[in-house]
T-cell receptor, first 114, second 110 residues
Framework: NAGVTQTPKFQVLKTGQSMTLQCAQDMNHEYMSWYRQDPGMGLRLIHYSVGAGITDQGEVPNGYNVSRSTTEDFPLRLLSAAPSQTSVYFC?????????????FGPGTRLLVL | SQQGEEDPQALSIQEGENATMNCSYKTSINNLQWYRQNSGRGLVHLILIRSNEREKHSGRLRVTLDTSKKSSSLLITASRAADTASYFCATDTGGFKTIFGAGTRLFVKA
């Protein structure tokens, strides 16, 4: 199994541009989530999903959209990038149906917004 | 706002010594988890302790939970240079959202 994969690894955007961060898992996990990590801070939950077709907001959802059309994929869309969205983004999944415990994390996407 | 707060923010020890990190949280929890993050990598789950448990072991790791004080500690015994990483506590209050603290940076000198 590849586990949780994220693309791209690194991206530079200009203010106002939009883009999609890809996340995929091959472990048949129902629960998936997106976090952002900023220097000196822990991870902050952006959005999460407890199964295909079901998504909900986390702590910091503004400026981000998600969709979950399949169990495997959970893309994160930045609608209009802002410098405040410069961060490292992590996708994660959990093997426990509908619960966020014991999450497996992807390697992260480093995003720089100029 | 962050639920968990780790203490200390940074810790430097010699190889072979024990490392203790603490986590305090604000509201009632279902479980508390500890994760490790090596520089530039994603997080790796270490151990989970449920609210009705007081202590749990996994290899060289020992986690305690005191729900009356809303605090947890992670002890790494006989530390190795490879244990150098950031360690995060994460609390689960309702099953769907896991909230992470800011982490403790551990440096183990060989």
């Amino acid at each position: 199994n590849a586990g949780v994969t994220q693309t791209p690894k690194f991206q530079v955007l200009k203010t106002g541009q939009s883009m999609t961060l890809q996340c995929a898992q091959d472990m048949n996990h129902e629960y998936m989530s997106w976090y952002r990590q900023d220097p000196g801070m822990g991870l902050r939950l952006i959005h999460y999903s407890v199964g295909a077709g079901i998504t909900d907001q986390g702590e910091v959802p503004n400026g981000y959209n998600v969709s979950r059309s399949t169990t495997e994929d959970f893309p994160l869309r930045l609608l209009s990038a802002a410098p405040s969205q410069t961060s490292v983004y992590f996708c994660a999944s959990s093997p426990y149906s509908g619960r966020s415990e014991t999450q497996y994390f992807g390697p992260g996407t480093r995003l720089l917004v100029l | 706002s962050q639920q968990g707060e780790e203490d200390p923010q940074a810790l430097s020890i010699q190889e072979g010594e024990n490392a203790t990190m603490n986590c305090s949280y604000k509201t009632s929890i279902n479980n508390l988890q500890w994760y490790r993050q090596n520089s530039g990598r994603g997080l790796v789950h270490l151990i989970l302790i449920r609210s009705n448990e007081r202590e749990k072991h996994s290899g060289r790791l020992r986690v305690t939970l005191d729900t009356s004080k809303k605090s947890s500690s992670l002890l790494i015994t006989a530390s190795r240079a490879a244990d150098t990483a950031s360690y995060f506590c994460a609390t689960d209050t309702g099953g769907f959202k896991t909230i992470f603290g800011a982490g403790t940076r551990l440096f183990v000198k060989a």
